[in-house]
């Protein structure tokens, strides 16, 4: 399995970690777009939001908690953030293993996607 973002969950790879917990890894962006950008990611692999099965329900739960967990760590929950995932091929995915950019510690303005614009 080659896939860079379970290999990072199994430790690897190389991370900044921010947060973890039994299904969720959070990890500082290799280039990040933002002074605060984490990626919050399932540790077991799922492609990307469109496959997220019904029965993942606790995972998705733990993601959008960790999200929260991961704002408190960076110290951005009360200035705000955004919160993006890019999926599949019109969504600009570059790495197919779902993730939750959290980006701040700055404005960002009506930044659309993670590595800005719609470009
Ligand atoms: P996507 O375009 O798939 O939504 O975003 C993928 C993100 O993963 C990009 O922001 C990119 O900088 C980040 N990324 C890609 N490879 C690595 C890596 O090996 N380590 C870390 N920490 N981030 C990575
Ligand atoms: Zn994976």
Redesign the pocket.
Known sequence: MSC?FCR?ARRE?E?TVVYEDDRVIA?????P?AKVHV?VCPKEHVTSLAHLRDDQEPLAASLLLAVRRVAERKQIANSGYRLIS?VGEHG????LHL?L?VVGGQPVGRMLA??GGLG
């Open positions: 860079i990072i790879v991370s990890f500082d962006d290799v280039a777009q990626l890019n600009g995915q570059e790495v993730h950019h993670a590595r």
